[in-house]
Each structure stands twice: as C-alpha cells, then as structure tokens.
C-alpha cells in the first residue's frame, strides 16, 4: 500500500500569540512551530500499516515555506519514507491549498490519503474534503477507528452522544481525529536516519484566494470573578446573573 500523508506546520499551541503590526498575521518573533497535533495522528497510522504490512511506502507532502522541511524531517525520523515540500512564500487559503496538494497527490498513485481533521491555526475543516473531491476519491473525515480489508475501509467516526460506522472503498482520503492511535516520538535513531531520507522541494504558485483576511484581534480579558452572596439568599442575585450578565442560562 502507498499511502501520503498531508502534513501542515503550524505554532504551538501553548505560545502565546501576538498579533503582527498588519494586523491580520501572528508575529513569528520567539514563536516555536510543530507539526501540527492532528497530521501527527496521521503519520503514525501510515508508519503503523506500512509496518504491519511489511511492505510499501509513506510519503509526506507539506505545503509552506523553506521552514517547513524541519516539519517534514519530524516525520522522517518518526519513520515516514520521504518527503515533498511544495515551497510558497505564505500558506494560502484552504481551496488554494487543497488544489495544489491535490495536483501534487494525483499522478502519486496512492491508496490512502491521510491528514488531520484539521489544522490547529486556523480550525477549518476544509483542506481534506476538498483534497478527495479534486481527486475523485471518497472522504470520511474525523476518523477515530479505522479498519482497512483488502479494498474496504471502515471508520468510526464520533459524534455527539454516538459512533457513527462509515464505509468506502480504496483509493480514500482519511482524516484522522484524536484516539485514532499514540503518535510516536522519534528516536534517536530515527533522528540521524532523517538526515539521509530523501525530501523533494518543488515551488509552486498558489491561485487567486477565495478570502481576505480583514483583521486579527485577541479575545477581550475575562471578567474578574465576584462573591454575589452565601447560603440560600444569594441564589436568586446568582440565577439573575447567569442569566442577564454571563448568558448562561
């Protein structure tokens, strides 16, 4: 089997965020960039399968700029073949994205296309769907069980108060949710082997974007907290609160 994984490289979630002076960018100033949390679902379930099938090969493809071969280097070492970065001044919008990953993915030949549900930056949900949809290949997205026999996948996928079984056939696209599997950390020996894995860079020029980013702003400080009473008399004023001020009920 011949699986890719999307890989994208995105701020750490615990760096604290400052707007830039435009106003519509983060400043990368002191700011650590990791993979991002849920492509790392995804680059373990394709070392995982290819090691449970003894033969194959995984590819990860990302899209950004120089500094994401770093990016892509921790997925060598976590045991992915070789990598492809398709090199862009700034990451695009998720429709001029998909299009130029789906043009990468489309003459690779692959059975599985895995990625994360979504990228923790921007929490759009977009990228995957719209990856299987240029391709011509089915999606089934948020995938926290997955199931491969001979040309069938069979995924669960978690919904509110449920699990909800879906099937499709090969050649797919997956994203992959949080208990899907334990992503691995790179050994030491891995480390020194990605150093010799082989990562293709290609420049690439997006499309016209579908969006503008008009303005980044942080959400406002929470209120401080106040004692409105003790004991039963100060249920009511409490209630009256959560009700008129915090919206809470």
Known sequence: MKI??????????????????????????????????YDEYAIEEAIA??????????????????????????ALAMGIDRGVLLQIAEHPDPAAAAALLADELATGGYDLILMGKMAVDDSQHQVGPQVAE?????????????????????AEREIEGAVEV????????????????????????GIMAAKKKPLDIKPVTAGESAFEVLSLTLPPDRPPGRIVGEGPDAVPELVRLLRTEAKAI
């Open 4 to 37: 890719a994984v999307c890989l994208k490289r995105v701020p750490d979630t615990t760096a604290k965020v400052v707007i830039a002076d435009d106003g519509v960018s983060i400043d990368p100033t002191g700011v650590k960039f990791v993979p991002n949390p």
């Open 49 to 74: 399968r290819k090691t449970a099938a003894g033969e194959g090969e995984t590819v990860v493809v990302s899209l950004g700029t120089d500094a994401a071969q770093e990016t892509i280097r921790s």
């Open 134 to 154: 240029r391709l011509g290949m089915a999606c089934i997205t948020a995938v926290a069980h997955l199931k491969i026999d001979g040309g069938t996948v069979t």
């Open 166 to 189: 879906v099937r499709c056939g090969l050649p797919a696209v997956i994203t992959c949710d949080k208990g899907l599997n334990t992503p691995r950390l790179p050994a030491l020996k």
